[in-house]
């Protein structure tokens, strides 16, 4: 059985999930994402290294020297790696908590699996499950 193809707009491509809290009945979710393709993902994260590269030696004037420098490098290599692994941007997500029909709030960012999401009625975090098969489908590279 093969997905079904996505439907796609100027917003990025819609694609169907559902927002699990355990103990509770799925919701189904409606889900916008932008495929990056890995062109996008090497530009933004070689950007980063550079700057992380050009930053370091000058937090490093400050004292104390050596933590501003190792916290910087730090920081430079984690959002690095976070572009890096970025191959969907979850743009908007519609759905309601699984406990008390409350919408969910969703972030603009990179799409995780499985990716959290805060009720702000309960307080509640569940997770957005998405069709791995669906994503495949509208991925642009590896």
Do not use: K, N
């Not at 491509?13 to 994402?33: E, M, N, Q």
């Not at 937090?59 to 020297?65: C, K, Q, T």
């Not at 050596?66 to 191959?87: C, D, S």
């Not at 959290?116 to 009625?121: L, S, W, Y």
């Amino acid at each position: 059985m093969s997905a079904p193809d996505p439907v796609i707009d100027e917003g990025g491509v819609a694609v169907d999930g559902r927002v699990v809290l355990f103990g509770y009945p799925d919701s189904p979710a409606r889900v916008r994402v932008v495929p990056r393709p890995r062109r996008w993902r090497v530009v933004g994260a070689a950007r980063r290294g550079l700057a992380t590269i050009l930053i370091a030696p000058l937090v490093g004037i400050v004292p104390p020297h050596a933590p501003w420098i190792l916290g910087v490098l730090g920081v430079g290599t984690l959002l690095t790696r976070r572009r890096l692994q970025e191959v969907f941007t979850l743009v908007a997500a519609d759905s309601a908590c699984p406990r008390c029909g409350h919408h969910v709030a969703v972030r603009r960012g990179r799409l995780r699996a499985p990716h959290p999401v805060q009720c702000d009625g309960c307080h509640h975090e569940s997770v957005l499950q998405l069709d791995p098969v669906a994503l495949d489908h509208i991925r642009l590279d590896t």
